[in-house]
């Protein structure tokens, strides 16, 4: 789902072997980044900035909200903010493949939203 595999014309098998040492060598990984009662799953690798994680955000919404705008957490407590100018490897040992991540909007002024994430109830078989 989250993996980029390389376009090339070979067997199933040697193709698997180049997707995986591709994601390897690029460190790529899928986050799912949760608000309300939205999900966004964004691929990153571990270069990639803080800023950069919402400018993705920011386009998947048409811009309606711009990275100024908004917060990203590590935990859903809001305790441990990721800033804009860190790196994913930064966070390495937290920002894992299908990790999640909290997101908050600005509100105005200095104002931002608490965060607050719908939980998904798994229905019981009968």
């Known amino acids: 789902m989250c993996e980029q595999r390389p376009i090339i014309h070979l067997s199933t098998c040697t ?7 591709c994601l390897h060598l690029h460190q790529h990984r899928c986050v799912r980044i949760k608000r309300r009662n939205q ?21 998947a919404l048409s811009r309606e909200t711009i990275p100024e705008n908004m ?9 441990r903010e990721l800033p804009d100018i860190a790196s994913v490897a930064d966070h ?14 600005r509100e105005g002024g200095n104002s931002w939203e608490s965060i607050d994430v719908m939980e998904v109830m798994a229905e019981e078989d009968e």
């Not at 571990?46 to 400018?55: A, D, E, H, L, T």
């Not at 917060?71 to 305790?79: E, M, Q, R, V």
């Not at 920002?95 to 908050?104: E, G, K, N, S, T």
């Open 15 to 21: 193709r698997t072997i180049l997707s995986l040492e």
């Open 39 to 59: 999900t966004f799953f964004i691929t990153t690798t571990n270069s990639s900035r803080i800023s950069s994680v919402k400018s993705q955000i920011s386009e």
């Open 71 to 79: 917060k990203l957490f590590l935990s859903k407590d809001g305790t």
């Open 92 to 105: 390495e040992s937290s920002i894992r493949d299908d990790c999640v991540l909290y997101l908050v909007f």
